[in-house]
């Protein structure tokens, strides 16, 4: 096989000139041309092959192409210099590895190498002989040398301006070195006031409530000392109770403290007692004032600064039983005196005056009308003792004010007993209601007999005044309806006030129904006693004189019963409601039968059997049709006893 450079054929002498080194001489190797095998078979095509690639690689000359993404160095040193750089003015030097021939024309000797070995030989061109310069290049060089000259100084400026973005750069670095420094100071700072922050912050949720709870701010403690009594001055003050109350439910043995604050504490509770004792006191001289409105000032001056008599009630009790004492006094003196004054005003009301001629089975009608003895009028006024009428008016009127002490001055109309008695009564029931209210609410810190044993003490000479009055209006007078209405009054009185729960007064009532009632029956045993000693002469007029002709006979309803009939409607009106523990009923049987009793004397004097029956069948009818119109237990009972007796005779008629 045949390689190149290998030009043995197998024949003698190949071998021997391949071990000389493969020169041959050119004489000989022209003469031996002929005989080799033609190398255009194995060089030609691909000489003109490499011929192509050499020649397309290295006939570029001038400035390489940059990589992409990387700018062109001329553009760079321009924005440097600041001055543009014409590619022209640079010199372009070849580089000898780019520089190839454009073509190969003469034939390559080999020798007796091979191509490795012809690649490796050394380059005759390596050390080229030294040539003369060129002239023209020289001209070139000095022409263009102001121009190199421009570049050597813009590229020392470059420098210049490099060393002092150097320098600038390298003071940067340390100022960044520096703040970098400072950085980890406030960094190793920041961590030890955190470390703090996480302590304090320990320390105060353990000792911050301690510290709010037994602290107070200086000026609550001026607000208490020189400020005025006010809705501010009450807060302040509650805020001082709950520093106290904070201070003794804590052990002054672990908190050193409360040993300090104690005693100011102390200090500044004995100053506020003083000014609430000061407050307490000048609104209590104020209720002495003439004409003062007392509720006005329990609103505003006492209940509006309820808070500051408590306060006084827990840290000084004998203090508080003396302004409660003071209060007593006065309050006592206030309702006593007040009621005096309209006590003093009803009576100069014009009362009708129903006396012991009034009686139902009286018959002296020439001093009936008379008046009370202490009024100026003499002049007859009509009224009806036995019949109720408007009357009941004053008991269904409960909603209605008490009549003021200028209006009963003033009035000249005449009234019944229940009227003043209504007014007085109504009025020391509201009174005393709000006086009880007032007291359970303002003296709180007090038990139930404590408030009660102080509204006795401010209202006992009132209820005296009261009982004193309601005995003079009843007493001199024979009105049995009159003390029945004031006793019905005073049970709606009673209702009220268990109503309103205020149970204080129920000793005034229950003395005032003692009176009353035991007046009741006086007069109802009065008008018994008048029926019973009625002379049973007959006769519609019922006078002695009525016995004279045919009105002896007469079988129409005497006029007794007429009286009777309206009585017993009046008690049987006023009784719809009563229970059976009431002595009405009891007044009434006896009444009844002392009724009855006159009109069987009055039908004994008739000689006629008949006429007598119908005579007191009439009667009969007559009282059961009068209070026919009435309701009530004791009111069924009695017409059933009239319809009853009204049955007898008319079966037997």
């Not at 009777?564 to 002595?583: R, T």
Request: charged share 25%.
């Amino acid at each position: 096989m045949w390689r190149p450079g290998n030009w043995s054929s197998g024949q003698p002498g190949s071998a021997a000139a391949g071990a000389n080194g493969g020169a041959m001489p050119q004489a000989s190797a022209n003469r031996r041309r002929p005989q080799l095998p033609p190398r255009s078979t194995s060089l030609t095509a691909p000489s003109n092959v490499s011929t192509v690639s050499l020649q397309g690689q290295r006939s570029r000359k001038g400035t390489p192409v940059p990589p992409a993404g990387l700018k062109n160095p001329l553009e760079v040193l321009s924005g440097i210099l600041g001055a543009p750089i014409n590619s022209e003015d640079v010199g372009e030097t070849e580089d000898p590895e780019n520089t190839r021939p454009s073509s190969i024309d003469a034939e390559i000797e080999f020798g007796s190498m091979s191509l490795e070995d012809f690649v490796d030989q050394p380059d005759m061109d390596d050390n080229p002989t030294p040539t003369k310069p060129n002239e023209q290049s020289v001209e070139e060089y000095e022409q263009e040398k102001d121009k190199f000259h421009d570049l050597h100084r813009s590229i020392k400026a470059c420098d210049e301006v490099l060393k002092s973005v150097e320098s600038y750069l390298s003071s940067f670095q340390i100022d960044l070195g520096l703040v970098s420094a400072e950085i980890e100071t406030l960094q190793t700072r920041s961590q030890a006031l955190n470390r703090k922050l996480e302590n304090r912050k320990t320390v105060e949720q353990l000792l911050g409530p301690i510290v709010e709870d037994i602290a107070l701010a200086p000026h609550v403690v001026r607000k208490i000392t020189e400020g005025e009594v006010n809705d501010g001055w009450v807060r302040a003050l509650q805020e001082t109770e709950l520093k106290i109350k904070s201070i003794q439910t804590r052990d002054p043995a672990t908190i050193k403290a409360i040993q300090d604050v104690k005693p100011e504490l102390d200090r500044l509770t004995n100053k506020a007692i003083e000014r609430i004792r000061e407050y307490f006191v000048t609104r209590i001289k104020a209720l002495r004032v003439p004409n003062t409105n007392a509720q006005h000032i329990h609103q505003n001056g006492f209940l509006k600064m309820k808070e500051l008599f408590d306060f006084m009630a827990n840290h000084n009790v004998l203090l508080a039983d003396e302004i409660g004492q003071a209060y007593i006094n006065t309050m006592r003196w206030y309702y006593h005196s007040h009621f005096q004054r309209y006590h003093k005003a009803l009576e100069k009301l014009k009362l009708h005056m129903i006396e012991k001629y009034d009686a139902l089975g009286h018959e002296d009608l020439s001093k009936r009308g008379a008046l009370m003895p202490s009024l100026k009028s003499a002049h007859a006024i009509a009224r009806d003792p036995f019949s109720l009428g408007r009357r009941i008016e004053t008991l269904r009127n409960r909603e209605h004010p008490a009549l003021k002490a200028s209006a009963a001055e003033e009035d000249k109309s005449f009234h019944y007993i229940e009227v003043p008695f209504r007014h007085f009564n109504y009025a020391l029931m509201e009174n005393a209601s709000a006086e009880y209210t007032f007291i359970t609410e303002f003296f709180s810190y007090k038990s139930y007999e404590q408030a009660s044993n102080m509204f006795q003490q401010i209202f006992s000479p009132t209820f005296t005044l009261g009982q004193t009055y309601t005995k003079s209006l009843i007493e001199p007078n024979m009105d049995a309806i009159g003390v029945l209405l004031c006793v019905r009054l005073n049970n709606q009185f009673a209702f009220e006030l268990q109503r309103r729960r205020v149970p204080a007064v129920d000793g005034y009532i229950n003395a005032t129904n003692m009176l009353l009632w035991p007046r009741f029956q006086i007069v109802m045993d009065s008008h018994c006693e008048s029926l019973r000693k009625h002379h049973a002469t007959g006769g519609m007029g019922g006078g002695r004189s009525a016995m004279a002709g045919d009105n002896k006979q007469s079988t129409a309803p005497h006029l007794l019963t007429q009286r009777f009939g309206q009585f017993m409607h009046a008690i049987l009106a006023l009784s719809s409601e009563a229970g059976d523990d009431e002595p009405t009923a009891n007044s009434l049987g006896r009444l009844r039968g002392d009724f009855e009793g006159f009109l069987t004397r009055l039908g004994n004097v008739m000689t006629d059997g008949r006429k007598k029956e119908r005579f007191l069948f009439n009667n009969y009818s007559l009282v059961l049709t009068i209070i026919s119109d009435t309701d009530g237990k004791l009111a069924s009972e009695q017409k059933e006893h009239f319809e009853a007796m009204k049955r007898a005779f008319k079966e037997q008629e």
